[in-house]
C-alpha cells in the first residue's frame, strides 16, 4: 500500500466517523436516529455474495441512507468515498443509481471523506438551510 493510502483513513473508518457523529448529534437533529448504511458492498466470499444477491442488494446503491423528507426532497442519499487525495472514483453503477435518485426527488451525492459528509447531513438536517458550498 502505498504511504499516501496509509496517511488517510479507509472507506470504512471514514463511514464509522459518520456514524460516530450522527450517535453523538442526534439530540441535536432527532432524525439521525433513522440514518442507516446500505451494506451492498464489500468483500464477500461466492455464497455469501449470491445469497445477498438473492435477497435483492443491488450493485452500486449509496452507502448511507437518511429516509427523512426536506427541503421538496424525498430522502438523502451518501455515496462516501475516500479523501479526494486517494483518487477513490465512482463507479458506472453508482453514478447511475446517484443519477436516478436525484431524478427521483431524493438529494443524491457523493462525499469524498467524513467531514463531506456530515457537511451534507448537517445542511440537510438545518431548520433553514443556507447555501452549501460544495
Known amino acids: 500500500m502505498s504511504k499516501l493510502k496509509r496517511l488517510y483513513p479507509l472507506e470504512s473508518e471514514e463511514q464509522q466517523t459518520v456514524f460516530e457523529w450522527a450517535m453523538i448529534h442526534e439530540r ?7 440514518l442507516l448504511h446500505v451494506p451492498n458492498g464489500g468483500l464477500r ?11 435483492g442488494t443491488r450493485k452500486g446503491f449509496p ?6 423528507a426536506r427541503y421538496g426532497y424525498n430522502s438523502l442519499a451518501i455515496e462516501l468515498k475516500r ?7 465512482i463507479s458506472k453503477d453508482q453514478k447511475e443509481w446517484i443519477d436516478f435518485l436525484n431524478s427521483a426527488g431524493w438529494y443524491a451525492v457523493v462525499c469524498y471523506g467524513a467531514e463531506e459528509a456530515i457537511k451534507i447531513l448537517k445542511w440537510y438536517l438545518a431548520e433553514t438551510p443556507e447555501e452549501l458550498d460544495y
Do not use: C, F, G, H
Open 45 to 55: 466470499n461466492v455464497v455469501v455474495a449470491a445469497r445477498l444477491k438473492a435477497q
Open 28 to 34: 441535536k437533529y432527532p432524525e439521525l436516529a433513522w
Open 83 to 89: 479523501q479526494k487525495k486517494v483518487k477513490s472514483t
Open 63 to 68: 452507502d448511507i441512507m437518511l429516509p427523512v
